[in-house]
Nanobody, 125 residues
Framework: QLVESGGGLVQAGGSLRLSCAAS????????MGWFRQAPGKEREFVSA????????YLADSVKGRFTIARDITKNTVYLQLNSLKPEDTAVYYC????????????????????WGQGTQVTVSS
């Protein structure tokens, strides 16, 4: 089970930290991803991290503003959102999939097997 938290309403330029806590299984051998979906838009990839190696991936639209990290002791992955823009407004979901090999495209949402319920992030202008 994946449970997100940390969403909310923030002004443009502000920051939030999203958390995704996993329970019921070890995340060893998994890739943890963050996706977001704005009203009327497709779900889009934001970031991913390999649980064992900690290698991170970021979508071009958030590079330099968002950071992904994990705490192995807490079985939790974080997404730090800085310099937020109104276009970042969306429901943010965390998800998990099995790690296959480096070089895999981690942005394909349909390859993630486990999903959280989502947390709303709203950025006002």
């Amino acid at each position: 089970q994946l449970v997100e938290s940390g969403g909310g309403l923030v002004q443009a330029g502000g920051s939030l930290r999203l958390s995704c806590a996993a329970s019921g299984r070890t995340l060893t051998g998994y890739v943890m991803g963050w996706f977001r979906q704005a009203p009327g838009k497709e779900r889009e990839f934001v970031s991913a991290i390999t649980w064992s190696g900690g290698t991170t991936y970021l979508a071009d639209s958030v590079k330099g503003r968002f950071t992904i990290a994990r705490d192995i002791t807490k079985n939790t992955v974080y997404l730090q959102l800085n310099s937020l823009k109104p276009e970042d407004t969306a429901v943010y979901y965390c998800a998990a999939r099995l790690f296959l090999k480096y070089g895999t495209d981690w942005s394909r949402s349909y390859e993630y097997n486990y999903w959280g319920q989502g947390t709303q992030v709203t950025v006002s202008s």
